[in-house]
């Protein structure tokens, strides 16, 4: 991290600084769709209000869920380990996060 960015000093604390404004950030974003979503659903008549408090996931449901929130962690694990300067793509990761999605594809 440059000077520039280094607005606490230490770059372990501007690390997990970077990683609290992920989680907010996608947490926003998350909960404002899936109360429009819910909001929308309910207008429509497809839904009760309240009803998806009681959803329970097929396997294949879950399977998919538990895909979306591995590849979240890894991204806001991304942020923790990386090495370098935060200010462009890091090619270490850059080149394993493609080697992972190359293998995953050809599955």
Do not use: C, Y
Request: proline share 4%; net charge negative; no cysteine.
């Amino acid at each position: 991290m440059t000077q520039e960015f280094d607005f606490f000093g230490n770059p372990q604390v501007s690390k997990l600084f970077d990683l609290v404004l992920e989680l907010g950030m996608d947490l926003h974003v998350a909960n404002t769709r899936i109360r429009a979503l819910e909001m929308q659903l309910v207008r429509n008549g497809d839904l009760k209000a309240g009803e998806i408090d009681s959803f329970r996931p097929t396997d294949s449901e879950k399977a998919v869920l538990d895909k979306t929130r591995d590849e979240f962690m890894d991204r806001l694990m991304r942020i923790i380990t990386e090495v370098g300067p935060s200010e462009h793509p890091l090619r270490e990761q850059w080149d394993a996060a493609i080697a992972k999605r190359s293998a995953s594809d050809k599955k």
